[in-house]
């Protein structure tokens, strides 16, 4: 396996912009606003003061947000949680328009910035929002990024499959009856700040087990076609059969299932139903943070140790010779070995445990000088891969 170009790893936010992103004049309707959102969940749809037009969709075009603005001028946002929020309030759609509920001002990210996917998810981290516009020299719109959008560019396999499910998992799961109503459920996705419900059952032993899931995208796709939110019930309306993760699986697996099934979030489940999680976009954006490159890191060494301890043992087989990785590098050589003496195997160990050493110092230095050039946090950062690159190719050797 040959190295990594310098941040291959790293999602190229270039291709995470929606370039065509839903805007609106100010003037527009609730109401209209929200069946545009809803329409472009299969569909991208561009609405300026002159012109409407549809583009083909893909299946990255599943736009989540509304901008609203007035010739060039970018003006505020309306997000799928907003209108799950005005829902939950009985705010009067057709008698709004979006100046009246859009947030602003907003955060946004310029143009300059854009190589550097850190300084995006701190403003997502720090402002605790979603959608990220991005804008030129002059403040003109020229795009819009989302966690949808980077979760979907998603490449650092060794990051995600060296963090458990369990890891990033938030176990405060917000759960609702089959009777409950379309309106119920808005109301407390809003009241405890929550993108989804869990709809759930009781089984024979009284226990109550996840049957389906209602999310914000599914409230705003019922606004749009004007469902009577009062009567319909969870039953009617909820997404089922439900695909279940375990707690030990990866965040690897975790964003392959959500790739696979284009959905933002995952039901976790264990102990027959008895224990439930979830786990978002969100979570799996949180491996490019320092903090969780620590976690990384610790379950590699914990790993490596075990590896070791058996290699030591004197039952442990020998190694044929094709079985192993070709050389690439002088670095690589020397975590190539046939069978290990004591010596050798001392002396591998030293050697992975001065990376994982180096790694701790360098994840611990970013923390703590927070305001380093975004040349050398790429560095640092790049080094850290690097090191969990070759202990992820000691492990699979």
């Known amino acids: 396996m040959s190295l990594d170009t310098p941040l291959s790893w790293a999602p190229d936010l270039e291709k995470a912009i929606d370039r065509h992103p839903l805007t609106v004049p100010p003037t527009t309707s609730l109401t209209e606003a929200i069946a545009l959102i809803g329409q472009a969940h299969s569909h991208l749809c561009v609405l300026t003061d002159e012109l409407s037009y549809l583009a083909p969709p893909t299946e990255e075009m599943r736009a989540s947000c509304l901008l609203v603005v007035q010739g060039q001028e970018l003006l505020g946002i309306l997000t799928e949680r907003d209108v799950v929020r005005l829902t939950a309030q009985g705010i009067n759609l057709t008698e709004t328009t979006v100046a009246d509920v859009m947030v602003h001002p907003l955060i946004a990210l310029p143009q300059q910035s854009v190589q550097d996917i850190f300084a995006a998810l701190f403003l997502f981290r720090r402002y605790r929002i979603r959608h990220l516009p991005i804008v030129d020299d002059q403040g003109h719109l ?219 110092k360098n994840v611990k230095y970013m923390l703590a000088n927070l305001g380093i050039s975004v040349e050398q946090r790429r560095s640092l950062l790049q080094s850290v891969l690097w090191t969990i690159e070759q202990l992820n190719r000691e492990i699979s050797s």
């Open 142 to 360: 020229i795009g819009v990024i989302s966690h949808e959008s980077i979760r979907q560019i998603l490449r650092p396999a060794n990051l995600l499959r060296f963090r458990r499910v369990s890891d990033v998992m938030t176990t405060q799961v917000v759960q609702a009856p089959l009777t409950a109503t379309v309106l119920q459920l808005a109301q407390l996705m809003t009241e405890h700040r929550v993108s989804c419900v869990v709809i759930t059952q009781r089984d024979s032993e009284d226990n109550d087990c996840p049957v389906g899931i209602v999310t914000e995208r599914d409230i705003v796709q019922f606004q749009a076609v004007q469902i009577d939110l009062h009567k319909t019930k969870a039953q009617i309306v909820m997404s089922t059969p439900l695909f279940l993760l375990s707690p030990e699986d990866s965040l690897w697996t975790a964003h392959q299932e959500m790739q696979k099934r284009r959905v933002g979030r995952l039901v976790v489940s264990w102990n027959w139903g008895q224990g439930l999680g979830i786990v978002t976009q969100t979570s799996l954006l949180r491996v490019f943070d320092p903090m969780e490159m620590y976690g990384v890191i610790e379950n590699l060494q914990q790993t490596i140790q075990q590896l070791e301890s058996e290699r030591s043992s004197p039952s442990y087989p020998s190694a044929p010779h094709d079985s192993l990785p070709p050389q690439s590098s002088s670095t690589d050589s020397l975590l190539q070995r046939t069978t290990p003496s004591h010596n050798e195997i001392a002396g591998d160990r030293k050697f992975l445990f001065t990376l994982i050493d180096n790694a701790y």
